[in-house]
């Protein structure tokens, strides 16, 4: 028995040791932000259409006769693509534009088809640029539409965010605008062992990606160009050190119990057998 106490004794402190560590204040959003009457401009980036993008494109004109000339434009797309639901209770953006889900699909190549103007490249334009260039093919090609004019909308503009946040997953947005705090408060907010001054932002431009990093505690986090976020923009929230110390002492934790057990087994079944 005494090697059991002894055992136990010897246990004990090396649990309280991995159990107690040094509690350091987090810091909260926008810390180190003081109040000021100063106008903050806050850089916000234009979208331009990536692969895989939904879009809405409708087109009118002046005509005396809309329902005939402009039908043969708004003909509805043969992609039909649902979104997937949204995080927060926001409506999907498919729901937000109408009854119909249906949109122009960007493929793995940038193009969309569209009624009566065929293959269009449509990939790194922005939608002012596009609707330059459906009103410039209309009129190469028509001559009954008058003073055309074209809208058009994301339909599928969403983000996701993972790590250390409420519920992890996509986040569907009905406009086309949305900032990190934002996406992160739609994300249920970072957890008391999320890093709040090391947020990663993963962003597809032309291609190629690139990882942003941002302190949502700082004094230059409207600055930043990842304050505002952009369509398929992934955010990722790592774990802090003290959540990793909890980790690891949970295993040493299992481990030590694991060891007591089996050092109290066998000294029962020394002392049944002596």
């Given at each position: 028995m005494k090697f059991i106490r002894h055992s136990i004794l010897f246990?004990?402190?090396?649990?309280?040791?991995v159990s107690c560590a040094t509690q350091q204040k987090a810091p909260y959003y926008l810390e180190n932000v003081s109040d000021t009457?100063?106008?903050?401009?806050?850089?916000?980036?234009?979208?331009?259409?990536?692969?895989?993008?939904?879009?809405?494109?409708?087109?009118?004109?002046?005509?005396t006769q809309p329902q005939v000339s402009d039908a043969y434009y708004n003909l509805p797309s043969t992609s039909s693509v649902s979104t997937p639901g949204s995080i927060g209770g926001q409506s999907s953006a498919g729901s937000a534009a109408g009854s119909s889900n249906s949109g122009f699909?960007?493929?793995?190549?940038?193009?969309?088809?569209?009624p009566r103007l065929g293959t269009l490249h449509v990939e790194g334009l922005t939608k002012l640029e596009l609707a330059d260039l459906i009103k410039r093919k209309i009129n190469e090609k028509d001559t009954v539409l008058i003073n055309p004019s074209v809208i058009i909308?994301?339909?599928?503009?969403?983000?996701?965010v993972l790590g250390q946040v409420g519920h992890e997953g996509v986040v569907n947005v009905t406009g086309e605008r949305l900032t990190i705090l934002e996406a992160i408060g739609l994300a249920g907010g970072i957890t008391d062992y999320g890093k709040k001054t090391d947020v990663k932002v993963?962003?597809?431009?032309?291609g190629k990606r690139e990882v942003g990093t941002i302190d949502?505690?700082?004094?230059?986090?409207?600055?930043?160009?990842?304050?505002?976020?952009m369509q398929n923009d992934q955010v990722i929230v790592y774990p802090t050190k003290q959540k990793q110390r909890m980790v690891?002492?949970?295993?040493?934790?299992?481990?030590?119990?694991?060891a007591l057990s089996i050092i109290t087994a066998t000294a029962f079944i020394y002392n049944i057998f002596k």
């Amino acid at each position: 028995m005494k090697f059991i106490r002894h055992s136990i004794l010897f246990a004990f402190p090396v649990i309280l040791l991995v159990s107690c560590a040094t509690q350091q204040k987090a810091p909260y959003y926008l810390e180190n932000v003081s109040d000021t009457s100063s106008i903050i401009n806050t850089p916000f980036p234009e979208l331009h259409i990536q692969k895989n993008d939904l879009l809405s494109i409708q087109v009118y004109s002046a005509s005396t006769q809309p329902q005939v000339s402009d039908a043969y434009y708004n003909l509805p797309s043969t992609s039909s693509v649902s979104t997937p639901g949204s995080i927060g209770g926001q409506s999907s953006a498919g729901s937000a534009a109408g009854s119909s889900n249906s949109g122009f699909l960007v493929d793995v190549n940038g193009n969309i088809e569209y009624p009566r103007l065929g293959t269009l490249h449509v990939e790194g334009l922005t939608k002012l640029e596009l609707a330059d260039l459906i009103k410039r093919k209309i009129n190469e090609k028509d001559t009954v539409l008058i003073n055309p004019s074209v809208i058009i909308r994301f339909l599928s503009y969403k983000v996701i965010v993972l790590g250390q946040v409420g519920h992890e997953g996509v986040v569907n947005v009905t406009g086309e605008r949305l900032t990190i705090l934002e996406a992160i408060g739609l994300a249920g907010g970072i957890t008391d062992y999320g890093k709040k001054t090391d947020v990663k932002v993963v962003r597809e431009i032309d291609g190629k990606r690139e990882v942003g990093t941002i302190d949502l505690s700082s004094k230059d986090l409207f600055n930043s160009p990842y304050y505002n976020l952009m369509q398929n923009d992934q955010v990722i929230v790592y774990p802090t050190k003290q959540k990793q110390r909890m980790v690891d002492q949970s295993v040493v934790i299992q481990r030590v119990s694991l060891a007591l057990s089996i050092i109290t087994a066998t000294a029962f079944i020394y002392n049944i057998f002596k």
